[in-house]
Structures are given as C-alpha cells and as structure tokens.
C-alpha cells in the first residue's frame, strides 16, 4: 500500500469555518455496526445538531435517517461529504461531488488521502480535508 502525504488540506481556522457553515453531511460509508468509526462519527456529528444522511449499500435505516445508496440518490443540497471509504475510491467520490454542484466541503477520514481527487474538488470550489477525523476536529473547536 502507498502512502500518500495530504498536499491539499484545509487549514484549523478553514475548519472552524466549515463547522459553522455546514448543516448537512452526507456520510459515505456510515456502517449500521456501532462499534465502527463511521457510525460512532456520524452520531455524534448527528448529536451535535448536524442533519445525517447515510450512504451505504444495505440498510434502509442508519442512526434514524433513511439510508441512500450513492451521492446522486440523494435529492436534497448536501453542505458536506464525509468520507470512509478507501483513498483509491477518493476518485469517483470526488467526481460525484463535483457532478452535484452542491457540495461545499470534501472531507476524507484519517488516513484517507488522495491527492488528485482532492485537488479536483478544491478546484471545483469545495474546502477539503484529508486525512482528519470530523469528530475529534469538532471536539477540539
């Protein structure tokens, strides 16, 4: 496995912006497993306020919120894409969030890095992070 040091990332005074501007994320990912990272992020981002929307390929319910399959299922504006899946996939998620033009901020979980992807949401106009939890970057604010 390569890794890859994040070369596009957002800044702590970019992230504090995000934490006050974003209302909902989508989770990529959000496993239905309560021991998993994904759903212990997602539900304390879900008791912090922020609206939840879960994207995983089973389930119909996660965390209370109706479950969708893809980015491009979903039919309402997403603030931002919270990213558990494997940097390799940073790709197509990026190209998806890009394609809905709705998505202000690209965020890949800790290890997660893709510097081309990441590049290509940021010059679509997106924030991005890599490579950082949202959860313990919440807490520290």
Not at 80 to 99: G, H, P, Q, T, W
Request: hydrophobic residues 40%; proline residues 4%.
């Amino acid at each position: 496995m390569e890794c890859e040091f994040p070369s596009v990332n957002s800044n702590k005074q970019e992230i504090k912006d995000i934490f006050s501007s974003v209302k909902t994320i989508a989770v990529l990912g959000l496993s239905p497993d309560a021991s998993k990272a994904s759903h212990r992020v997602a539900k304390y981002l879900q008791e912090q306020g922020f609206k939840i929307v879960p994207v995983y390929p089973k389930e119909d319910e996660i965390l209370g919120e109706k479950v969708y399959r893809s980015l491009e299922e979903i039919p309402f504006a997403i603030d931002m894409v919270d990213i558990f899946r494997k940097s390799k996939e940073l790709d197509n998620v990026a190209d998806a969030c890009i394609k809905r033009k709705d998505v202000k901020v690209f965020w890949a979980q800790k290890e997660i890095v893709n510097n081309d992807a990441a590049q290509r949401a940021k010059n679509a106009g997106m924030m991005v992070v890599q490579n950082m939890c949202s959860m313990i970057e919440h807490k520290a604010l």
